[in-house]
């Protein structure tokens, strides 16, 4: 068996775990981790939006944390624990969220929906929003073209009573 051509020069070799995998990949230091995830590591989910950090299409969590991954070099996360759309739900069986996101009709053309989604998980996992101003006000760097806003704050909102109503451990 032939071995594996050795990484060319500059280039670095960075481990994360991706939605529960761990993944160890070459890449250039200049990489984003929105064109990581997208390419080489097949995760289509998270959008392209603005490549600016305006729009919040590529929000994805790292280690429970919402960020644009446009803006984030992937090889300052070795080692970081990164969810996307794909690893929220578990099998057949859909995060809270996304259950929300449904039941609410919180999406209409669905581009923005995965980071949506994530923003939103980020932000219940935050847990500084507490009234629809705040939730508006902490999910202002989504932008939904279609204007599903009203929605999208009852989907985020019910899965946040949910939540209060949940025992504590």
């Known amino acids: 068996m032939p071995e594996a051509a050795a990484p060319r020069a500059g280039t670095h070799t960075i481990s994360l775990t991706i939605d529960g995998a761990q993944r160890s990949v070459t890449i250039d230091p200049w990489t984003t981790l929105l064109d990581l995830l997208r390419g080489p590591l097949g995760k289509t989910g998270t959008k392209k939006g603005c490549d600016h950090g305006q729009c919040g ?10 960020i644009n991954s446009c803006l984030t070099l992937a090889v300052l996360k070795d080692g970081a624990e990164i969810t ?48 629809r101003h705040e939730i508006r006000e902490l999910m202002s760097g989504n932008i939904c073209r279609c204007g599903a806003y009203t929605n999208i704050v009852d989907a985020v909102q019910s899965v946040l009573g949910e939540n209060q109503k949940a025992p504590t451990p």
Not at 109 to 123: D, N
């Open 57 to 66: 299409a590529c929000t994805v969590l790292i280690d429970g944390k919402r």
């Open 84 to 131: 996307t759309i794909e690893g929220l739900a578990t099998g057949d069986d859909l995060h809270p969220m996304q259950e929300a996101f449904i039941e609410h009709d919180a999406f209409q053309c669905g581009y923005c929906t995965p980071g949506q989604i994530c923003s939103a998980v980020g932000l219940v996992n935050e847990g500084h929003a507490h009234s």
